[in-house]
Nanobody, 124 residues
Framework: EVQFVESGGGLVQAGGSLRLSCAAS????????IGWFRQAPGKEREGVSC????????FYADSVKGRFTISSDNAKNTVFLQMNNLKPEDTAVYYC?????????????????RGQGTQVTVSA
C-alpha cells in the first residue's frame, strides 16, 4: 500500500517562509517523479512544482518561480518544497503526488498516488 506523510503546512505572514515535506512509502517502481499541486477554495487545482527522481530535473509554475525550491532525498523517498516570500495568493491546500511524468503533476493532477494535503495559509 502506498502511503504519504505530508508535513510543514501552517499559518505565516506575507513575506514569510514554510518548508513542506512529503515522505512516500510502499512504491514499487523507482522511475517516478514527485511534486506538488495546490487547490485554494473555489479555485481550480494548480500545479506547483515537480522533480524527477532519476534525472533530478525540476519544474515550477510561473507563479512560484524564484520563490519556491523543490528538492528530494531519494534514499528516503522524500520531497521537500521550500517556500519563501510567501504571498496571500499562495494560500491553499498543498498535495504531494507521485507519477511517471511531471506533466501529470503540473497540468492534470490526476493520480492514484497522492497525499491527503497540508494547509498553507498566508496572511496579508
Amino acid at each position: 500500500e502506498v502511503q504519504f506523510v505530508e508535513s510543514g503546512g501552517g499559518l505565516v505572514q506575507a513575506g514569510g517562509s514554510l518548508r513542506l515535506s512529503c515522505a512516500a512509502s510502499g512504491l514499487t517502481f523507482d522511475d517516478y517523479v514527485i511534486g506538488w499541486f495546490r487547490q485554494a477554495p473555489g479555485k481550480e487545482r494548480e500545479g506547483v512544482s515537480c522533480i524527477s527522481r532519476t534525472e533530478g530535473s525540476t519544474f515550477y509554475a510561473d507563479s512560484v518561480k524564484g520563490r519556491f525550491t523543490i528538492s528530494s532525498d531519494n534514499a528516503k523517498n522524500t520531497v521537500f518544497l521550500q517556500m519563501n516570500n510567501l504571498k496571500p495568493e499562495d494560500t491553499a491546500v498543498y498535495y504531494c503526488m507521485v507519477d511517471l511524468s511531471c506533466y501529470t503533476v503540473l497540468f492534470t493532477h490526476v493520480s492514484e498516488y497522492r497525499g491527503q494535503g497540508t494547509q498553507v495559509t498566508v496572511s496579508a
